[in-house]
């Protein structure tokens, strides 16, 4: 059997395509001869566990260490008993040595200790093994609270006692920085500069792949089916990505495993688009976890006005750092931060309009003509009818406030396509808009959605020259301006509601809806 995409745990290079583990890793080489204690952090799913675990078994393989990857994450329920969940983690460790260690190498029965279970279980194991042991632990911050303090605290207690004492080097591998470790208790939510193990050397982390890399993993499928991938395949695939490892194999496992059944199929750009939005659609784990995400109030605090188009210039740069951290966001080319990928762009608001979109009432699809092509100004009527009858009561189910308005028209735009057409948007710090993008069959209708907020002036003329710089990427003459009035005092929203037309600077069409 070939060898294939792997989208659940880590990879091993027996079984799976992928671009080898430790080289993907910053240079550790003199860290870890240095004596050092470092941290390794990057998002969930761009193949940390399966760098570190393959960095471990080369270094115990070399001879000169004996290096193990473990994991903490068992004693993610015991936040506050520290004493059971030293228990849990030290069992774990027992197994992971056992399978991945020789018997030299492996731990003695850890020392029967009240407290200080870790420290005293690492000092033992240093004594007992013939070789420099390094330690990298896994999933450090699924613990919280008192068992997170606990264990930080012993590791820099037994820091001095290095190397014969405790461990040659070691290594925190998790989602942020330290400073970002969760504890809940005694008022506070991180753990900020006060770090309790503040003997690392450094904080690095794991990049997504370069264009360059996911091209040379999906050659390694060519080679071994002779399936190729056009060159735009290649492209697209980046560019829906941004080299995050996760989607990168899961958008190759969808169209190799589940859209093409023939091996001999060239895969086009358009298999590529397909297995996106299928994966989206099916709510895979990684894109659902999102939506858990964007329940946190520090996440909240950035993302709301990010995709409102407003800027950041208020938001502390911890708390930006926070969500490049978790992979939310990236640094683009500019030094501002943008959303981390072009799916992750489109699951986001995707995700917050579900609350909106459930609680749409039945709605008859009559903007479809008898041939079942979209009719624009049908489609205007519908939206114009529910806008007023059902626009206030459903701003309220929405979970960010500032754009409200937004998810309950990208609710409604979303019964329309309902999985027939595609809705893309557009969102960019500074511009105070969203831009939408509805494509069903052989109609593209360009839509731009500006927030008339309470001390600003009428948004109309900007937002005119904003749409016609859209409509103009995306080769339309005509278009929707929607202008959401957000100002205290108004009249009820189907009393306010109204249309008219006017035209851009470039003379394209524009029909503009306040609501």
Not at 71 to 81: D, I, K, L, T, Y
Not at 112 to 127: P, T, Y
Not at 174 to 183: F, N, P, Q, S, T
Not at 376 to 402: D, I, T
Request: aromatic share 6%; proline share 7%; glycine share 6%.
């Amino acid at each position: 059997m070939h060898k294939w995409f792997n989208t659940a745990g880590p990879c091993r290079p027996d079984k799976h395509y992928m671009i080898p583990a430790v080289e993907r890793l910053p240079p550790l080489d003199r860290l870890i001869a240095q004596e050092s204690y470092f941290v390794i952090h990057a998002p969930r799913q761009t193949g940390k566990t399966t760098a570190m675990l393959a960095l471990a078994q080369q270094l115990t393989a070399e001879g000169n260490y004996a290096a193990i990857m473990v994991s903490a994450e068992v004693g993610q329920p015991f936040s506050h008993n520290p004493d059971k969940a030293e228990v849990y983690i030290l069992e774990s460790w027992r197994q992971a040595a056992s399978a991945w260690l020789p018997p030299e190498l492996q731990p003695p029965p850890w020392p029967k200790v009240e407290g200080s279970r870790i420290g005293a279980a690492l000092q033992a194991w240093c004594q007992a093994c013939p070789k420099p042991l390094v330690i990298f632990i896994d999933e450090i911050d699924s613990l919280m609270d008192d068992a997170l303090l606990s264990m930080l605290r012993q590791l820099r207690d037994g820091y001095p006692r290095k190397p014969d004492n405790f461990p040659h080097s070691l290594a925190l591998i998790g989602l942020r920085a330290v400073r970002d470790y969760k504890i809940t208790s005694g008022g506070r939510t991180r753990l900020q500069t006060a770090s309790p193990f503040n003997v690392k050397v450094r904080s690095l982390t794991l990049t997504n792949f370069t264009q360059m890399e996911v091209s040379q993993l999906y050659q390694q499928h060519t080679d071994s089916t002779g399936q190729l991938f056009t060159p735009e395949a290649l492209s697209v695939a980046f560019d829906l990505t941004q080299g995050q490892p996760w989607l990168v194999n899961a958008l190759a496992k969808e169209v190799i495993e589940e859209i093409l059944s023939d091996e001999h199929t060239l895969i086009t750009a358009e298999h590529i688009h397909q297995a996106k939005e299928i994966l989206i659609r099916r709510r895979e784990t990684h894109l659902d976890s999102l939506s858990h995400r964007l329940e946190d109030s520090q996440i909240r605090a950035v993302m709301e006005p990010l995709m409102a188009g407003q800027e950041l210039e208020q938001i502390p740069l911890d708390d930006r750092d926070y969500l490049v951290d978790l992979g939310l966001l990236r640094r683009s080319s500019d030094g501002g931060v943008v959303v981390a990928n072009r799916i992750y762009q489109e699951v986001l608001p995707r995700m917050l309009a579900s609350g909106p979109q459930d609680s749409l009432p039945q709605i008859s699809p009559t903007w479809l003509q008898s041939d079942g092509e979209l009719d624009v100004n049908r489609l205007l009527e519908a939206f114009l009818v529910f806008w007023r009858q059902h626009g206030q009561p459903l701003l309220k189910s929405a979970a960010y406030h500032e754009i409200a308005p937004h998810l309950v028209m990208m609710a409604f735009l979303h019964r329309v396509v309902n999985g027939d057409g595609t809705l893309e948007r557009e969102y960019a710090i500074g511009t105070d808009r969203m831009d939408l993008c509805l494509r069903y069959g052989s109609v593209t209708l360009g839509i731009e959605l500006k927030v008339w907020r309470q001390g600003r002036p009428d948004p109309l003329n900007a937002g005119l020259a904003q749409l016609d710089k859209y409509l103009a990427g995306l080769s339309l003459e005509t278009g929707w301006l929607v202008i959401f009035d957000r100002r205290e005092g108004l009249p009820p929203i189907g009393a306010r509601t109204t249309t008219a037309t006017d035209s851009t600077a470039n003379g394209r069409q524009i029909t503009v809806i306040r609501g």
